[in-house]
């Protein structure tokens, strides 16, 4: 599952509610009724179809918000004098299934979960990007065409999984030592409502570089029985990397930790962890730019492999609910190598759109290019993040037994049987490829 995932399902049973928002106090009387005034004045205008406005729904909010809207939605608003009602939520897959429910969906969103709007287009909730984005432009495991062979997102954004983050200063010998020692994981379960996602990276990848792409998407699209053999040994592999069920003070900072935070102890003295399973965004945290963050591919450290089987990716993926001229314009803007190269620089993530080279972008680090060349690397398949492809109610379960895993891994069969019996229900939607195939 993506690490900024939107949370459980749009469309599925079990919507949250929204979470609740603090309203800010004004510093004085005369600053508030100034605000309302010019609240008004924007109110007014737009009614008077004066401006005309597209709604997005994304999951940026603080400083990812702040540069979102200067690399993208500005440059759109002064180029096509359109205002942008952006949304930043972090628990945007309620908010929008709320919205969708009430019959007030954004024009356009962005979520990390292709399963969850591949349910939203089963229902008819999303309109074809036929005409409005180059299929040549993305991958197939990034733009993929459903069942009626159309085309409903495409990523904005785009990270690569499948590697193991450590301080510059560690050697390959005491990486290697590393790996075989729970400890030495830098390891956080939490994520608020999408807590256990970054278990359900560990057992993907591990089942990706073990057994290769073909299986991995037999599992991903509901064809390869949870208790199977391969995925069962995924499991357990992760069991015993990390520890599931050993130390209890190691399992409780693990379950208890948010996944940002899991890398802190990488900057302190003495070091509290060595190595991180995580995404290529998280070379953004504090803890590993201090530690000057280098990565290996998870296939060489973990299991020894002389090459990479394969990549697990995920993205940022755009969807268009409301057919406007605005919202057009939008996609179009969204989808054009000139915005996507801007919303990849200062490394703030990759663009794997064909107009964009992979040295674009970024402060020209080496471990930047890297990860921006792995990602288009032609000669190994690329697989989208196993969870966040699955039905919506599927990868949540997957996320909360991965948690219920780490502290009982005795109750694995259990909860295999369990993923069986949900991914069995009829009327889920899974996707009929996640896997590129490029060589």
Not at 162 to 177: C, E, K, L, M, N
Not at 211 to 239: C, F, H, I, M
Not at 265 to 271: G, K, L, S, W, Y
Not at 277 to 304: C, E, K, M, T, V
């Amino acid at each position: 599952m993506s690490a900024h995932p939107g949370g459980p399902p749009a469309a599925a049973p079990g919507i949250r509610p929204r979470s609740p928002r603090r309203l800010a106090r004004t510093v004085t009387v005369v600053a508030s009724c100034l605000a309302l005034l010019a609240a008004a004045v924007v109110v007014g205008v737009r009614a008077l179809g004066q401006e005309p406005t597209v709604t997005l729904l994304a999951n940026w909010t603080g400083e990812d918000e702040q540069h979102f809207r200067q690399a993208v939605i500005e440059p759109f608003e002064r180029k096509y004098h359109i205002h942008v009602d952006y949304q930043g939520s972090n628990a945007e897959s309620q908010v929008l299934g709320a919205d969708v429910e009430a019959g007030t969906p954004p024009d356009v969103v962005v979520l990390t979960g292709p399963g969850e709007l591949a349910e939203y287009a089963r229902r008819k909730h999303l309109v074809s990007l036929d005409g409005l984005v180059a299929r040549e432009d993305f991958g197939t495991s990034w733009a993929t065409p459903l069942a009626d062979g159309h085309v409903y997102w495409f990523p904005l954004k785009a990270d690569l999984k499948s590697i193991v983050w450590y301080p510059a200063d560690v050697g390959a010998r005491q990486r290697r030592q590393a790996a075989h020692r729970p400890d030495q994981w830098c390891l956080g379960m939490g994520s608020g409502a999408t807590s256990g996602w970054p278990g359900t990276d560990w057992i993907e990848d591990i089942l990706l570089q073990r057994y290769g792409p073909d299986v991995y998407e037999r599992w991903a699209r509901g064809d390869l029985p949870w208790q199977s053999k391969q995925v069962k040994e995924a499991w357990t592999t992760w069991r015993d990397l990390v520890g599931a069920g050993g130390d209890p003070d190691l399992v409780r900072r693990a379950l208890k930790n948010p996944y940002q935070s899991a890398s802190d102890p990488v900057a302190a003295t003495p070091r509290g962890c060595t190595l991180e399973h995580q995404a290529s965004f998280i070379r953004n945290q504090p803890a590993w730019q201090h530690a000057d963050g280098r990565y290996a591919p998870s296939a060489q450290l973990i299991f020894g492999a002389p090459t990479t089987r394969a990549w697990e990716v995920s993205g940022d993926l755009v969807a268009l609910l409301h057919d406007t001229p605005q919202a057009r314009k939008l996609i179009r803007h969204l989808a054009s190598a000139d915005v996507q190269r801007a919303w990849t620089a200062e490394e703030s993530g990759f663009s794997v759109h064909s107009g964009v080279g992979p040295a674009s972008g970024g402060s020209g680090s080496a471990w930047h290019r890297s990860l921006a060349l792995a990602l288009r690397d032609e000669r190994t398949a690329h697989c989208f993040d196993a969870s966040d492809a699955m039905p919506p109610a599927v990868r949540d379960a997957f996320a909360e037994a991965t948690i219920e895993f780490l502290a009982h891994p005795d109750h694995l069969d259990t909860l295999l049987r369990s993923l069986d019996t949900l991914s069995d229900t009829r009327g889920l939607t899974w996707l009929p490829s996640v896997c590129d195939r490029t060589s």
